[in-house]
Every structure is written in C-alpha cells, then in structure tokens.
C-alpha cells in the first residue's frame, strides 16, 4: 500500500479552475475521507488520483512515482463507484474475475482468489447471481470486490454509499472499516456526508470551492475547526453562531453585546477581534444563567424527539438556535428564555471567518 502526494496540484477546464493549488500528503494504511459540499472539487480531486481526469498543474505521486502521465491502469488504483458499475450480464464470479482475466491468470488461480474474496466479504452463496438479482448492499460487496481482488496499491471509493438506505449504509460504513484495518489498506473515500467521514475516517480532508480547508481526526476537526466553514460544516446539527458587536472587559470577565440591546457575560476573556461567537447545539442549556431573552423576542421553532434527548429549535431576533437537550421539555411558556453556555467549548471568528487563538479548549 502506498502513500498518495499531491504538490501544487491545479485542475482547469477551459479557463475555469476548479483546483487550486493542492498541497496534501495522504498517507498509507489509512482511511482518509475527502469531505466537502456539493462542487467542492473532492470527486475531480479523485478521479485525479484514478487517472480518469487529467492534472493540469502540479504534481501527483502514488508512493515514489510521479504518475501525472501515467496510464489509469497501471497506477495501482482500483475504484469503487456510486453506480456499482457491474457487468449486468455476467454473474457476481465472473465481475470479480474479470480484473484477473485482464492480468491473464490462470483459471485456477482466478478461481482461488474470487472465492477467497468471496469468503471475506460473505458472497459465497452469491457467485452465481446476476447483479439484478442483489440488493444494493449485496451489489456494493460486489464492487468491492473486484477491487479487492486487484490487490491495489489505493482504493478509491466515490460516494459508494449513496444509493444506500440508512440502516444499510451503517452496515456498509462498519463492513469498509473492518475491511480497512484487515487488509491495511491505503483508502481514500469521497462523501459530502459528515456523519460518514465522522464515523469512517482516520483523518478527514475537508474542501471548499477548490481548496483544502482544514485537514486532521475527525474529533480534532470537530473539537477545534479552522475556520467558519469547516465549523459549520462539521456537526449535525448545526454549530449555532451569534453575531457580536462589541466585547467589553468587565474585570476578569468579558461582556458581549448582541444585536438589539442582548448581553451575554462569560467568567473569562474573549480574544480580541472577536465578531462572532460559535456554540455547538450539546453546548448550550437551557434554564441556565448566561442569555436572557425575553418573552416576545423569541419563537420556539419546534423540538425533534429523538428518545433520550431532543433538539429545541428557537428563533432569537438576531440568529436561530439549536439546543441539544437530555429530555424534551419546552421553553416556558410565559417570562422569558435563560440560556447558559459550555465557555470552554465556545468558538470566536474574526470578520473574515478565521479562527481566534485561544478561542476554544
């Protein structure tokens, strides 16, 4: 398995430029998620590396080899699609022996390594089925396969998941876990689903309109973003974000002024440039003293049961928040709303969306 390396890579078309600039080190034996929205460029970003797109700058190497003009299919690569990209006439044995055919095995060594690859991924009692036959997580084993049995150098899967209905994706999310760390493998995985790069990744690469953002552990990126971008992004629901207009110092304490008059003071400092201020929903309380608002200055949007927990959604007259509660009680219904907040867990920005220093612990 092999480390992938990008230096300066630039991807046009025409005079548009959808890459810029990529410096990333994407190391061997690991799991390593390409997370952005939708645009962002992580799929061109990975059909790059596949060969099937065309680097117009820079430089791309997979382990020691420069391969920016080397044929996809003798880059070591093999590619999980969203699509599964089967033979729809040809049984689950003959997809995952084609690879071996093209490499002209032996039968009894293709006959070895489909069965062997078969047991791993439990499609033994598939071999003779048609792919309509499958169901989609059945198809996705499939697709895996026949990439398996290549024995890359990287595997490269493009939002595979994404035909799949939820229970099956957390199967298939924990089946391509499990399937990483036994054949220690060098996978990269393209999703725009957080919840995915969260649960699979050993490190998560997070793009925006071309460029790299932030890049590390999930929890590393969840507990300490970069910037706005990568804070909002990261987290479902939601980090809720409060506009400040001013911080003054109130001794060893600090006093924030909000849109239309509101306070919130916190026990410690607040980094100078301060302009907005991030919470995530588990960070924030209600019935706690920290913000009041009063009883005509906020909505309650609604509450999301979830069981053990809810998520109270409240309009505010200068942003809308979303509070993860252990029980799902409402706001009062008279007086007004008392919001405390994790001062630990807060996040500052500068005007520009940049991280403050010492703006979270």
Known sequence: MSKVTLTNAVKRYGSVEVL?????????????????????????????????EDITDGVLSIGDQIVNDIDPSKRGCAM??????????????????????????????????????????????????????????????VAMGRAMIRNPQVFLFDE?????????????????????????????????????????ADRVVILNQGHVQQVGAPLEIYNHPANRFVAGFI???????????????????????????????????VPAGAKLMGARPEHIHLDRHGLTVEEDAYTELGIEHLGDR??????????EL??????????????PVQLGFDESRLHFFDADGRILEGASA
């Open 322 to 335: 979303t509070i993860l509660q252990s029980e799902a009680r409402a706001v009062p219904a008279t007086g």
């Open 20 to 52: 810029h600039g990529i410096n990333l080190e994407i190391p061997a034996h690991r799991l390593t998620v390409l997370l952005g929205p939708s645009g962002c460029g992580k799929s061109t970003l990975l059909r790059m590396i596949a060969g099937l």
């Open 235 to 269: 987290g479902s629901p939601a980090m809720n974000f409060l506009p400040i207009e001013q911080v003054e110092p109130a001794g060893s304490s600090s006093k924030i002024g909000l849109p239309g008059g509101h306070a919130l003071v916190l026990d410690g400092p």
């Open 160 to 200: 595979p998941l994404s035909n799949l209905d939820a229970e099956l994706r957390v199967k298939m999310r924990l089946e391509i876990s499990r399937l990483q760390k036994e054949l220690d493998a060098t996978m990269i995985f393209v999703t725009h689903d957080q919840v995915e790069a969260m649960t699979l």
């Open 80 to 141: 999980v699609f969203q699509n599964y990209a089967l033979y729809p006439h040809q049984t689950v044995y003959k997809n995952m022996a084609f690879p071996l055919k093209m490499k002209g095995l032996s039968a009894a060594q293709i006959d070895e390594k489909v069965r062997q690859t078969a047991r791993m991924l439990e499609l033994d009692e598939l071999l003779d089925r048609l792919p309509r036959d499958l169901s989609g997580g059945q198809r996705q084993r």
């Open 310 to 319: 809810a998520y109270h959604h409240l309009k505010l007259p200068f942003c």
